[in-house]
């Protein structure tokens, strides 16, 4: 864990996305601790629909550090923290046999993604 205030940090943050949290660490797991530029690579390649958001969320995170910083160098930045969080569940009854009723959860996440020059 990174002390605040030491170096250069930018964050973003996206929340109440349609997907599982258990899925966006899937593809989270693979870009924690790589350097901005392959991790773009990475998400770029994947086939997960949430890499996608994962992708436009580190933009917006590198977009940050320009505008906290000025000139950041960005090619010396890594993605020091990225994590997702469990969001409010949308509930959706479906009928069933005999009259019976199943619920269908529709899930949502948070998704925090942190880059550094650490």
């Not at 917006?60 to 569940?89: L, S």
């Amino acid at each position: 864990m990174l002390i605040r205030g030491l170096g250069m940090e930018a964050y973003a943050r996206v929340r109440n996305l349609r997907g599982s949290a258990r899925k966006a660490r899937l593809v989270l797991d693979l870009i924690r601790g790589r350097r901005v530029e392959e991790a773009q690579k990475i998400l770029m390649l994947s086939n997960k629909r949430v890499a996608e958001r994962i992708e436009k969320l580190l933009t917006a995170a590198i977009a940050n550090a320009t505008v906290k910083e000025g000139k950041a160098e960005i090619e010396k930045m890594v993605v020091h923290e990225a994590f997702a969080d469990d969001g409010p569940i949308m509930k959706r009854m479906r009928p069933r046999a005999h009259g019976r009723a199943t619920v269908i959860r529709r899930r949502t996440c948070h998704i925090t993604l942190g880059i550094s020059d650490k």
